[in-house]
């Protein structure tokens, strides 16, 4: 007797579980800019204005870099570290801290200052 209490308990679990998959087979998540919050939804509408690159992480190509015209480097911050690739086949990355209003040359010979940026 116990036994037919528990396959009956069972097959309606096991029928509901079906029935419910089916119903919500066809609904999908929204659109993640929806369900985002905080730096991830403005990431997302930085992205979606056409800014591919809110948090400027990507590599910059440096220009003549000389004293009175320095590759400027954006930062939303009073410092940032950058990394600079001497030579084209270099392996390895010179490193170092740049700071607001403070030009700094590199080892090369090219020079880069902090430029502010408005952050994300």
């Not at 209490?5 to 800019?33: H, I, K």
């Amino acid at each position: 007797m116990a036994s037919l209490y528990a396959r009956a308990a069972v097959s309606a679990c096991r029928r509901n579980v079906l029935l419910t998959s089916q119903r919500f087979a066809n609904t999908t998540m929204g659109d993640p800019l929806e369900h985002a919050t905080g730096l991830e939804k403005r990431e997302l509408l930085a992205k979606a204005s056409g800014n591919d690159n809110p948090f400027d992480l990507k590599v910059i190509k440096r220009c003549a870099g000389t004293k009175s015209a320095p590759n400027e480097i954006p930062s939303a911050f009073d410092s940032r570290i950058v990394g600079c690739i001497c030579e084209e086949d270099a392996t390895s990355v010179n490193w170092m801290w740049l700071h607001k209003g403070q030009p700094r040359r590199c080892e090369c010979g090219h020079w880069f200052k902090l430029v502010q940026k408005a952050p994300v």
